[in-house]
């Protein structure tokens, strides 16, 4: 039986991230995969996603290059060649990760590990002895038990990614950040896109006027929004689902040519052995970790989608380090205060720290300070006709508490608040940092 300082369940950005920190600073480490090293993330998550994205964002520019004086022929996207270059992406990147890992001197298991107890992992026929155990299993799709729905040939973003054909209408169950982000792809492509959302706005946990002006701008696009709405049943056949409805105007239904279900992700806690550990869990399911990523079992930690933190793989990342850390006895700890959050729709949407709503909620009072993006002049040379919002929520003694942005590149430049919050500068402190000109971040100079 092999024996190692570190073991780690799940290759994805906790998992992997983990696994090169630890073998760079000496540990011997075994990592264990039973899928494609990268995760969720790489494989069918955050850069498929990016890369669709971008395709679309290239044919939307094309389509609206004369208001830049450019003159180009009919733009017209070619599926399946969006669909090989995102293959082509993802596997550059996964052998990528592989290659960093071998580096640091991981060792990489290719199987379904099945916990045996703190100590023991088993995968196939072999037996691993560890010191320390980090489990980072992530997350998959939560399918809503919406009557009919086990006969219905419904997508998930899995399919969406591998589209071969485009629908001809696309019905979306959930209005977060991955239906959004369909629906703006699928939008860019010409399908008719209908958003259902249960709640009253889209993006929830996203500030909530800047998410209506965004709705906005895609209704314009025409996709067409239901909130308040709940999905009451589905039915239907390969290329044709109804979509049973009700909201305050009653039950109705709509027919679409695909239904893509994106209400949510779950921790992925069943089928490997995890009720051998006993760990204490949160409300939800998820495994509970203190701030240093420590579960309930002495030597065991959960870092990424599993903890059921923040499901985003910038938080598994950072969480990473921070279990890392603890295990070689660095002082380190998370803090969940200014993990940004991003929508890459077109214009994209970020937001930082508190939203309006959590301060309302908190009681906690609070500043507004908006501008309109257009007092950037680099945003206004390079956003013809379009419009953004830069907001930063300032609390009485100055701090910055919060910063959302609507507009392109707000994906990039909302790590510049996220820093202010991070080290708890004023309003004052921040504006005295210099900011390149002409860029789209002097927005948040000019606002605060
Ligand atoms: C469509 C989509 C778009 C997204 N876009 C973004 C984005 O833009 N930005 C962002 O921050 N986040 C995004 N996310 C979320 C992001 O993908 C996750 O937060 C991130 O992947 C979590 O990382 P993780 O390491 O915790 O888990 P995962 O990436 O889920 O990796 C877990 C790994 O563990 C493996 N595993 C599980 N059990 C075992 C076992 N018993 N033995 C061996 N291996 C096992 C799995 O095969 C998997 O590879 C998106 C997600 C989706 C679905």
Redesign the pocket.
Known sequence: MSNYQLAI?????????AAEIAGKAGLSVVL???????????????I???TLLYSAKTLDAARHAAKYAVKVGEAEADLPKIIARKQKVVRKLVLGIKGKLTNAGVTIVN?????LDKNHIQ?GEEQYECDNLLL??????FIPPIPGVNEVPYWT?RDA?DCKELPQSLVIVGGG??GM??ASFFCSMGVKVTVIEMLDEILGGMDKELSAMLRTEYAKRGVQFLLNTKVIFLEGKENSVKVTYENAEGENVLEAEKVLL?VG?KP?TN???LENLNLKRTERGSIWVNNQLQTSGEGVYA????NGR???????VRE?EVAVHAILGKNDAMAYNAIPG?V?TNPEIAGVGATEESLKQQGIAYTVKQLPMAYSGRFVAENEGVNGVCKVLVGEDDTILGAHLLGNPASEIITLAGMAITLGLKAEEWKKMVFPHPTVGEIFKETV
């Open positions: 369940i799940g290759g994805g950005p906790a998992g992997y991230t264990f995969e039973k899928k494609s090293l990268g995760g969720v993330c790489l494989n069918e998550g955050c498929p996603t990016k199987g379904e590990a099945i916990v995968c980072c299993a992530g997350s998959e799709t973003h990614l950040v991955i982000e369909f994106s992700r992925v089928g490997y052995g870092c990424g989608d599993l923040s499901l985003l793989a910038h938080t598994a990473a991003v890459y």
